[in-house]
Every structure is written in C-alpha cells, then in structure tokens.
C-alpha cells in the first residue's frame, strides 16, 4: 500500500517501530512491538514538504486507471458534471492539474476543461460509492475540503487518491472495477484494489502526447535494443 515497516536490529530486525497499543492520541508514545503487520507499525514516508514523490504540483497529468488502462474523464464543464473513465483522446476533460497546498499537506485536481472547479467528492460524503464530480472551487480561490486528496505512491509506480471527506479511508476508483467505456467513478474504501490505481502521465507539450512517470526521470538509463 505504499507505506513501509522500520524494522530494529536490537531485535534481530523481527521488532517494528510502531504506535502503541495501536492508539490515535495526540502525543501518545512509540515502541518497538512484535512485527505482525499491524498498520500502526506501517509509516507513509514524505518529503519534508509533504509532497508526494514523483508528483509536480501544477503539472498537468493525464491518469490512467491500472485495472482497465482507461482515462480519467470530465465529459463536461458544469458543476456537478460525474467524472467518468474513457479511452484516451488527449482533450482538456482528460487532462488534471496537480496543485499541492503547503498549509493542508494535500493535493487539489483542477480539470483543465474547467480551470474555475476542482475534482470533489460529492456532498463532501465519507460513504462508500459516493460520486466523484467536478464543482466550483471557493469563492477565495482556494479549495473546500471535499476538494481534498492525499496521494500515495504504490510500489508499482501508480498512486491512490484519498479522499480527505473520508478522513483518507477512502480512494477514488472505477466503480465495481467495470473496464466498460464511460464507466463512473466513486470513492471506496481503500483496500488496494487496482481499480483505485492510476498513473499520472505528464501532458507534454511536445510532440509526445503523453510521458508516464513510473521511474524517476532524474536518472541515467541505458537503452538497449
């Protein structure tokens, strides 16, 4: 799930580093425990500036679903208008830019066929199949909170969108893992399920339409063929 255990050698590396007594209080300690895959020994590591690795907040991304290797999509520009997922055609519906906010430590996704709105969870709902839709952002410019997602990086080079309207329990994925044209996006509990992978392709401005991002375009490669 993108997250990973610390693992100490006083035990013989068979201890975690975990929260105790798996408690989410404010302050409460950190010791070493039996490693048996509990989430409280599992950590998300992030930039000091909480930012997601391999992501540019204010690139444009295309985002391709790893179950069904279509598109994320906005058929339209209007509030309330139901993301979907569709084969690629490169138009501004498929295209998402990534905003990071410094203050909130999270992500915003701004369709690019309507740069005014944001990717949202609907009714800022924390259930289940609630629908994911663009709407409006706030009058201030900024985002409401159902406008709010984590990403996380999977070992696959694809990530997860969680949803802060479910308190990030929750990831935006292709209902009922369909790999059907037009198909409907939801947020669903995230389970690691591939319909709730996507891969975040830079939209070039190029000749090369799409770039996807799965390993880290500041090293040096050979090209063997």
Known sequence: NGSYRILSYASNYTKAVVVKNASTAENWPIVQ???????????????????????????????RNANSGKYLNAPGSANGTDLTQSSFNGGQGQQFKVQ????????????????????????????????????????????????????????????????????YTKAVVVKNGSTAEGWGIVQYTDNGSTNGHWYFERVETGTCSRAVISIPYSDTYHLAV
């Open 100 to 167: 990071f906010n410094s203050s909130t430590r999270d992500y915003s996704l701004i369709p690019m066929c309507a740069t005014g709105s944001a990717v949202e969870i609907t009714s800022q709902s924390s259930e289940n199949d609630a629908v994911v839709q663009i709407w409006a952002k706030a009058s201030s410019g900024g985002v409401m909170n159902s406008q709010r997602f984590r990403i996380v990086q999977n070992a696959n080079g694809s990530y997860r969108l969680q949803s802060y309207a479910s308190n």
């Open 33 to 63: 425990y039996t490693d048996n895959g509990s989430t409280n020994g599992h950590w998300y590591f992030e930039t000091s500036s909480g930012e997601t690795a391999g992501i540019s907040s204010g690139q444009v991304y295309y985002l």
